[in-house]
């Protein structure tokens, strides 16, 4: 937990309004990224992002499942993240809930699109079977292992090289059954299918301190924010969803600013990232 | 709970903003209406009380078209003796909808995340160090749920918290825009929300001009967030006038 005296309080936001923050960063660079894919051996496809001293798992796994009767073209996706203890002690019992489920709230916003499927990072009707019968559930699942800020934009990078690495196995559906009977499946134990990641965005949260803002935000950072908005940007530069933080308001004009400055900041992020899973992917065949 | 005589329903629509490029879509988006009528910039008309619940400490009742919410705030009361100490006051914000609220049976899921998003939009403008030690509670009911029902119940919530007495920075009002091909629409209904685009909520301060709260879902260029964001905060302004008014009324009511 960071308890930080006055004096440090005045170091790091003076470190920010003079563009030089504690550890040597720019107000807009990022610490390091490392991506690790394929972790988990049990899920269909996982990651780990590192950050600086944030650390996630990000993991996939597939399952059939039957589609809601209210959207039978469409499969299912359930984010859930979880904030476990033994990263920080403020994430065991009530404070670790909250802080999950405003993360997964935040992270399906921007994974799922709105309520007709644009902008969605995942192509649900890519998930279906055999419709009102037959579809994909996906349940991402998200686990904090080590926290030191910037956790929304670690496991939004996460599950977009988990997703990269997702490998859904062929499945053949009988042709011929009744309207009222599950038709047969065959499950491919060879041939499996990958999804196109393309469209997955990237997040970007900026964090403000004093009258600036700041990316990557550390925890001792994060401690003296006044407010901080997530913005998810999609490759071709269009905004996927946003989220605001804090309490503090905050002048329209700035929050326009903050969008144009995410937009910037995520094309690097994005390049930078798509790299790092190539490579983490071309390691993980060699292996 | 019966309308006041005299409680004129008022509506809050922003004023249209002139384009300076024409359209380039005349004939395929706008050749359906919306399912109420409305022009794409038009709101519903709002009706807003307070004293709905004489129990509370401070409660409100508020109906924009098929919209109906009912917000009562208890407390400040002491907090539970399991919570540390606190030198500011502590906020608990709960909404609940009633059965009968959607055609569909049983409780909707997507309702869970409003309490968390009610609170959020709220303790920025609470002057909570005036209550320390202490806890308000903020409960709010959709009666009957017509679309915009969170910004309606954000609104809702601030006229209650007024009415308890509660000091704050500004009052609060909440608006949302639905995106749906090209068009923008503002205030949306539960058929409109269903098939959206991309959805934009926006909370403010409308004095301070301020933004408290800020969720965009869907895909969204930077030329829509820019008109959203004018037509919301137009909106939002007017809809502070319409609550001014409906305070000033209540206390010239009970000056009598």
Known sequence: MVGLSIGEQHFVKGGIAQDLRTDGRKRLTYRPIYVETGVIPQANGSARVRIGGTDVIASVKAEIGRPSSLQPDKGKVAVFIDCSPTAEPTFGGRGGEELSSELALALQRCLLGGKSGAGAGINLSSLLIKEGKVCWDLYIDGLVISSDGNLLDALGAAIKAALTNTAIPKVQVSAEVADDEQPEIDISDEEYQQFDTSSVPVIVTLTKVGAHYIVDATTEEESQMSSAVSISVNRVGHICGLTKRGGCGLDPSVILDMISVAKHVSESLMNKLDSEISAAEACEDES | ?256
């Open chain 2, 1 to 256: 709970m019966a309308s006041k005589p005299g409680a004129a329903t008022s509506t809050y629509s922003p004023k249209i903003v002139a384009r300076t490029r024409p359209p380039i879509f005349k004939d395929s988006d706008l050749d359906w209406t919306r399912p109420d009528g409305r022009g794409f910039h038009q709101c519903r008309p709002a009706l807003l009380q307070t004293g709905a619940v004489s129990s509370a400490s401070g409660s409100a009742y508020a109906e924009f078209g098929n919209t109906k919410v009912i917000v009562s705030v208890f407390g400040p009361r002491e907090s539970k003796k399991a919570m540390v100490y606190s030198d500011v006051g502590r906020l608990n914000c709960n909404v609940s909808y009633t059965t009968f609220a959607s055609p569909s049976a049983g409780q909707g899921t997507d309702h869970k995340e409003y309490s968390s998003m009610l609170h959020k939009a709220l303790e920025g403008v609470i002057m909570t160090e005036t209550f320390p030690k202490t806890t308000v509670d903020v409960f709010a009911l959709v009666l009957e749920s017509g679309g915009s029902d969170l910004p309606v119940v954000i609104s809702c919530a601030s006229l209650a918290l007024v009415d308890a007495g509660i000091m704050m920075y500004d009052l609060i009002t909440a608006v949302s825009v639905s995106c749906i091909g090209k068009s923008l629409m503002i205030d949306p209904v539960t058929e409109e929300e269903g098939c959206e685009d991309g959805s934009f909520t926006m909370t403010c301060m409308p004095s301070r001009y301020e933004i408290t709260q800020l969720t965009i879902t869907g895909e969204w260029t930077t030329p829509n967030i820019n008109e959203a964001m004018q037509l919301c905060l137009d909106a939002c302004s007017k809809l502070g006038e319409i609550m001014r008014d409906c305070l000033k009324q209540a206390a010239s009511a009970s000056d009598e």
